[in-house]
């Protein structure tokens, strides 16, 4: 449960935050812990938009390109942002958004900074999101920057779909050869296996091991599928939490043409976020800080926070600080170096973003074309098995005679 407080530092000071604790007195403990005494301790109280999100329901990416791109042609045209906000609830038949709409309307009203709301739900709205709609809210460029934001989700929305466009057959082949795999070995094999093994005749030891297997598995199918089942369950929520993430994403990193894909487009994410973040008027340190948030791969995030506060903090040009990490291509930080110098850096980190884009898209193609011939092999190996478990026999017996 969040509370709310108010409370006088040691400098005498007031501030006021968030705390979360299971019941008062662990709100207090830990605002005490803080070295803060506390004026006023509240509760808060979920909002509906909370509330929604408890039900399952979710703002998807298609939902933040329509705000920001209907926001930003509204507020282009001259409406006034309270008006914007109540037309679009007006039309939004969608409960979460029309929550999230009403929530802003009413943060508006107190008098609080528009980006409260965003920044309220961390989950859903990146920092680098809410820190351009601050950066806007300040300078007075909203419009412009509900606009960049519209074309950034557009981008990302669009290689979303391409890389899932990209999986899809092999997806398909995936379960498909799963299912016909489970129909050979539960069904064909224990007939075939029943047939020679119940003949009295003795097949050879590697024939008689898959007849075994097929049989079991023939007699045990409920079970078997109900195994399997439970697995993929057990796997699927697994790898929802943050342990499971970041065991799939270690085991992704072990893997070589994977690997590349997520470099790539943790490159790609990283230019087109300080590229946006530059251009609405963010600090380049601040920037890049905030950049290390938004990307998924460890390596990078720690790469761009050295560059913050170890290179550029301490007197070093962009273009210096970023040639002293090698996780980054010698043609990124050379661009960058260039770019600096020129005083172009946000437009070459735009190029570069759309530069990595086209990057990704060849690297998922060939991620893609290694894994269809690996599933082909393995399932050419085990229906290979079974036809060479079926042939031995048949091969003794003609021999017999």
């Given at each position: 449960?969040?509370?709310s407080?108010?409370?006088?530092?040691?400098?005498?000071?007031?501030?006021?935050?968030?705390?979360?604790?299971?019941?008062?007195?662990?709100a207090l403990?830990?605002?005490?812990?803080?070295?803060?005494?506390?004026?006023?301790?509240?509760?808060i109280?979920?909002?509906?938009?909370?509330?929604?999100?408890?039900k399952?329901?979710?703002i998807?990416?298609?939902?933040?390109?329509?705000?920001?791109r209907?926001?930003?042609?509204?507020?282009?045209?001259g409406?006034?942002?309270?008006?914007?906000?109540?037309?679009l609830?007006?039309d939004?038949?969608?409960?979460?958004?029309?929550?999230?709409?009403?929530?802003?309307?009413?943060?508006?009203?107190?008098?609080?900074?528009?980006y409260?709301?965003?920044?309220?739900?961390?989950?859903?709205?990146?920092?680098?999101?809410?820190?351009?709609?601050?950066?806007?809210?300040?300078?007075?460029?909203l419009?412009?920057?509900?606009?960049?934001?519209?074309?950034?989700?557009?981008?990302d929305?669009?290689?979303?779909?391409?890389?899932?466009?990209?999986?899809?057959?092999?997806?398909?082949?995936?379960?498909?050869?799963?299912?016909?795999l489970?129909?050979?070995v539960s069904?064909?094999?224990?007939?075939?296996?029943?047939v020679f093994?119940?003949?009295g005749?003795?097949?050879p030891?590697f024939?008689?091991f898959?007849?075994?297997?097929?049989?079991?598995?023939?007699?045990?199918?409920?079970i078997i599928?109900?195994?399997?089942?439970?697995?993929?369950?057990?796997?699927?929520?697994?790898?929802?939490?943050?342990?499971?993430?970041?065991?799939?994403?270690?085991?992704?990193?072990?893997?070589p043409?994977?690997?590349?894909?997520?470099?790539?487009?943790?490159?790609?994410?990283?230019?087109?976020?300080?590229?946006?973040l530059?251009?609405?008027?963010?600090?380049?340190?601040?920037?890049?800080?905030?950049?290390?948030?938004?990307?998924?791969?460890?390596?990078?995030?720690?790469?761009?926070?050295?560059?913050?506060?170890?290179?550029?903090?301490?007197?070093?040009?962009?273009g210096?600080?970023?040639?002293?990490?090698p996780?980054?291509?010698?043609?990124?930080?050379?661009?960058i170096?260039?770019s600096?110098?020129s005083?172009?850096l946000?437009?070459?980190?735009?190029?570069?973003?759309?530069f990595?884009?086209?990057?990704?898209?060849n690297?998922?193609?060939?991620?893609?074309?290694?894994?269809?011939?690996?599933?082909?092999?393995?399932?050419?190996?085990?229906v290979?098995?079974?036809?060479?478990?079926?042939?031995l026999?048949?091969?003794q017996?003609?021999?017999?005679?």
């Amino acid at each position: 449960m969040k509370f709310s407080y108010k409370a006088v530092g040691p400098d005498g000071r007031v501030s006021e935050g968030q705390v979360d604790a299971d019941a008062m007195n662990g709100a207090l403990t830990q605002i005490s812990g803080m070295g803060l005494k506390p004026i006023t301790v509240k509760p808060i109280k979920k909002t509906a938009f909370q509330l929604n999100l408890l039900k399952g329901q979710r703002i998807t990416l298609e939902d933040k390109v329509f705000l920001t791109r209907y926001l930003s042609l509204m507020l282009k045209v001259g409406t006034d942002l309270f008006k914007a906000i109540d037309i679009l609830i007006e039309d939004f038949d969608k409960p979460a958004v029309k929550s999230l709409l009403m929530e802003m309307r009413t943060n508006l009203g107190k008098g609080n900074p528009f980006y409260m709301t965003f920044a309220q739900h961390p989950k859903l709205f990146s920092p680098v999101f809410v820190s351009l709609i601050k950066s806007g809210e300040v300078s007075g460029n909203l419009e412009k920057v509900f606009d960049q934001l519209s074309v950034s989700l557009e981008k990302d929305k669009d290689l979303e779909n391409k890389i899932k466009s990209s999986l899809t057959y092999p997806a398909i082949l995936a379960v498909g050869s799963i299912l016909v795999l489970i129909l050979l070995v539960s069904y064909s094999l224990p007939k075939i296996a029943g047939v020679f093994m119940q003949g009295g005749m003795k097949p050879p030891a590697f024939s008689n091991f898959v007849f075994t297997v097929g049989l079991f598995m023939g007699g045990h199918l409920a079970i078997i599928l109900f195994l399997l089942v439970s697995i993929v369950a057990g796997a699927f929520f697994f790898f929802r939490t943050l342990v499971g993430k970041r065991f799939a994403y270690d085991l992704a990193l072990r893997v070589p043409v994977i690997k590349n894909v997520i470099k790539q487009i943790a490159i790609q994410r990283f230019a087109s976020t300080l590229s946006s973040l530059l251009a609405s008027g963010v600090g380049i340190v601040d920037a890049l800080e905030i950049s290390a948030d938004s990307i998924g791969m460890p390596e990078l995030q720690d790469a761009l926070r050295r560059i913050a506060r170890e290179g550029i903090s301490k007197g070093l040009t962009v273009g210096d600080a970023f040639r002293r990490e090698p996780i980054f291509p010698k043609a990124v930080s050379n661009l960058i170096a260039v770019s600096e110098k020129s005083g172009h850096l946000e437009n070459i980190l735009a190029t570069l973003a759309e530069f990595y884009t086209g990057e990704i898209e060849n690297a998922v193609k060939s991620m893609v074309s290694f894994i269809e011939p690996v599933m082909l092999v393995l399932i050419g190996i085990i229906v290979g098995t079974i036809a060479l478990a079926v042939i031995l026999p048949v091969y003794q017996l003609t021999a017999s005679f």
